[in-house]
């Protein structure tokens, strides 16, 4: 039996309308969708208004059919919102998928700075022979950082330290030495033997070998036999566990005023193994520090008997043991902060 027009309708109309759906693919246009075949002023209805005015034989069937259409397009409705949601899930799930498996970003670990480690490594040996780490100021006075350590004003020895004052009696210290002092006065009249690390400040031209901000290790040991063996002892076996068994060690006679007889010490030159080359200046030599006997009235100075105590001192720069130990050559690099000098010391 041939169907009514209205029923033709029908089908035609929920053929369209699926074949629409299945392009949709976003839930905005699924949304327009439903309001244009399934809303109150909606396809669907627009034919149903005619459905009243069929004859009444024919209203059962075209009842029936329009049902079966307005279930059909409600189902196949809900079941393209759930497959479009479906699809977004597992779009989104693909962008944020962790590959658990992936190794993580190695974890940058800080490092001691090199001339710490220098520090650590110099007073681990000083350590090793009995020296105690006594810290002392970096601030200091004109009388401990000069004037006790024989260098009065106008002295011409004044000239080897050029000096950063804060006023006229207060300066950074330019040298270690006058923790000397400090350490005899709070051990006085007990036996010394202590370093003194920290930092120095001096106002002159930076160069490759020259910082106006260094560190320095000042040793002392007071007692009453206390000699320049002793001296030579300390600095040798220092200078070989530091530099190597084979290093020679070679006492120089030099001037300072605080020491007498004053010496600075040289090893034969580390490239060149004394042969000489660029670093040694063609001596064979390299100076590692100055040292000497504490001066008589330094001794004074500090609260000791120069005729019961003796003493020897000495003071080295950490910068300039690194710079011949690892080949470094030019001393800027310590405290220009970068970071590809700063991470070669592990
Ligand atoms: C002194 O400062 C004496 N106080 C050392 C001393 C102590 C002698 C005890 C006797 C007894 P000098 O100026 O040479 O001496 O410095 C000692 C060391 O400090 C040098 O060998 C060097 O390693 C380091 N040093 C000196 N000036 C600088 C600088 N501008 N930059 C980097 N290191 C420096």
Same mark, same amino acid.
């Given at each position: 039996m041939a169907e009514t027009p209205l029923v033709e309708q029908l089908v035609t109309l929920r053929q369209?309308?699926? =074949?629409?759906?299945?392009? $949709?693919? %976003? @839930?905005?246009? +699924?949304?327009?969708?439903?309001?244009?075949?399934? /809303?109150?002023?909606? =396809?669907?209805?627009?034919? $149903?208004? %005619? @459905?009243?005015? +069929?004859?009444?034989?024919?209203?059962?069937?075209? /009842?029936?059919?329009?049902?079966?259409?307005?279930?059909?397009?409600e189902a196949a409705f809900a079941a393209r919102v759930q497959a479009v949601k479906q699809a977004q899930l597992e779009a989104a799930l693909a962008r944020e998928r962790l590959d658990v498996t992936l190794p993580g970003y190695p974890v940058s670990l800080g490092r001691l700075h090199p001339s710490t480690q220098t520090l650590r490594e110099i007073v681990a040996i000083f350590a090793d022979m009995g020296f105690q780490v006594f810290e002392s100021r970096e601030v200091e006075t004109d009388l401990y950082n000069f004037e006790l350590l024989n260098i009065p004003p106008y002295h011409p020895a004044r000239d080897m330290w050029d000096t950063f004052y804060l006023n006229e009696r207060?300066?950074?210290?330019?040298?270690?030495?006058?923790?000397?002092?400090?350490a005899m006065q709070a051990y006085c009249p007990h036996p010394?033997?202590?370093v003194l690390p920290g930092?120095?400040?001096?106002?002159?031209?930076?160069?490759?070998?020259?910082e106006i901000m260094f560190?320095?290790?000042?040793?002392?040991?007071v007692g009453t036999h206390v000699t320049m063996a002793d001296l030579k002892g300390v600095?040798?076996?220092?200078?070989?566990?530091?530099?190597?068994?084979?290093?020679?060690?070679?006492f120089r006679c030099s001037h300072f005023p605080f020491t007498e007889p004053s010496v600075e010490v040289?090893?034969?030159?580390?490239?060149?193994?004394?042969?000489?080359?660029?670093?040694?200046?063609?001596?064979?030599?390299?100076?590692?520090?100055?040292?000497?006997?504490?001066?008589?009235?330094?001794?004074?100075?500090?609260?000791?008997?120069?005729?019961v105590f003796t003493g020897f001192a000495f003071g080295l720069g950490p910068e300039r043991i690194a710079m011949l130990k690892y080949g470094i050559d030019d001393i800027r690099y310590f405290f220009s902060n970068d970071l590809r000098f700063l991470e070669q010391f592990g």
């Open positions: 369209q309308a699926l =074949a629409e759906l299945a392009q $949709l693919a %976003d @839930l905005n246009a +699924l949304d327009a969708w439903r309001i244009r075949y399934l /809303g109150r002023k909606g =396809a669907l209805r627009q034919v $149903l208004r %005619d @459905l009243g005015r +069929l004859p009444p034989a024919q209203r059962p069937r075209a /009842g029936q059919v329009s049902n079966e259409v307005k279930e059909a397009l207060v300066v950074l210290r330019t040298h270690t030495s006058p923790g000397q002092i400090r010394i033997r202590v930092m120095c400040y001096r106002y002159e031209a930076v160069t490759a070998r020259s560190h320095q290790v000042e040793g002392l040991a600095l040798v076996t220092f200078a070989r566990r530091m530099f190597g068994e084979q290093r020679r060690v070679r040289d090893i034969d030159c580390l490239v060149c193994s004394g042969q000489g080359c660029a670093v040694c200046k063609h001596t064979g030599w390299v100076e590692i520090l100055g040292a000497g006997m504490v001066h008589p009235q330094v001794l004074r100075n500090g609260g000791y008997d120069p005729e």
